[in-house]
């Protein structure tokens, strides 16, 4: 079954100035999917996102949005895509419904109201929907925003950050509209810091590193490349160097040793490491050991491990 990509984008580059943000970006997005553009800061992702929608022209390389060329096309890539930003981009002084309205008729829209009233309905916003959107609330407003976004029914929907600083019950609300526009067939390009979101909405995610795509797949294609997280409870603190010695063997990376609980634990870089071996080399070496665990990889273990621990994450 042949593959069709709502983006593509192919050695996509970008300077300014000195600085070198992107350097060869080659993404592939499936249409009607989730993906999740993750990195650390300074990777490239929020640049990659300018020139998919428009904002920037590429230096060099190329990429379809929608069916359509990037730089040929802008015009109709833009009336293809929807874009919610890091930052609400409705008026405070207008109603929601307003805000709305306004949207609607600046894209030509003949049932203005109606397309108002329907986002206001699905996004839980009628009773609020004549007061100024100042009086919002933060997770109200980012789905007012989210709403605005949605005006034109997009077949594209680029989301950076959508749920950056909101309250549990907010981002819950926003992840089920992520969910159910996939459903409607829409494909949606997700940036985030919250890697725990990434792993419950993206079909697929693209870790950016360095101004290019360092790896791709999805949540458990890119766990599978990592090990678990090796944890071990001994009987003293003179058993926490032998079990160290045994973890750092078995994972290929430095134990944090803990000596107020007695415990040991490392975070693994050979995904065939299981429980039963891990207790035979700690028997082998004469270890008295207590307990011993594997937590299975995170998302966040995959970030660490493969940009390097010492980075920030970002969206």
Known sequence: MTTTYA????????????????????????????CGLLGP??????????????????????????????????????????????YASVDGDLTGRQNLRLFARLHRLRDASARADELLDRFGLTEAADRPASTFSGGMR????????LVRRPEVLFLDEPTTG?????????????????????TVLLTTQYLEEADRLADDIALVDRGRVAHTGSPAELKALVGAYAEVVVADTEAMGPAAAVLDRLTGTEPVLDPDRCTVGAAGTDPTLTLPRLVRELDAAGVPLLDASLRPPTLDDVFLRLTGENKEVAA
Request: hydrophobic content about 45%; cysteine-free; proline content about 2%.
């Open 7 to 34: 983006v593509l984008s192919e050695g996509l580059e970008k300077r300014f100035g000195e600085v070198r943000a992107l350097r060869g970006l080659d993404l592939a997005v499936a249409e009607g999917t989730v």
């Open 41 to 86: 800061n300074g990777a490239g992702k929020t640049t990659a996102v300018r020139l998919l929608t428009t904002l920037l022209r590429p230096d060099a390389g190329s990429a379809r949005v929608a069916g359509h060329d990037l730089v040929r096309e802008a015009a109709a890539v833009r009336r293809r895509i929807g874009v919610t930003g890091q």
């Open 142 to 149: 980012r789905r007012l925003d989210l709403a605005a976004s």
């Open 166 to 186: 909101l309250d549990p019950a907010s981002r819950n609300r926003i992840w089920d509209a992520v969910r159910a526009l996939k459903e409607e067939g829409t």
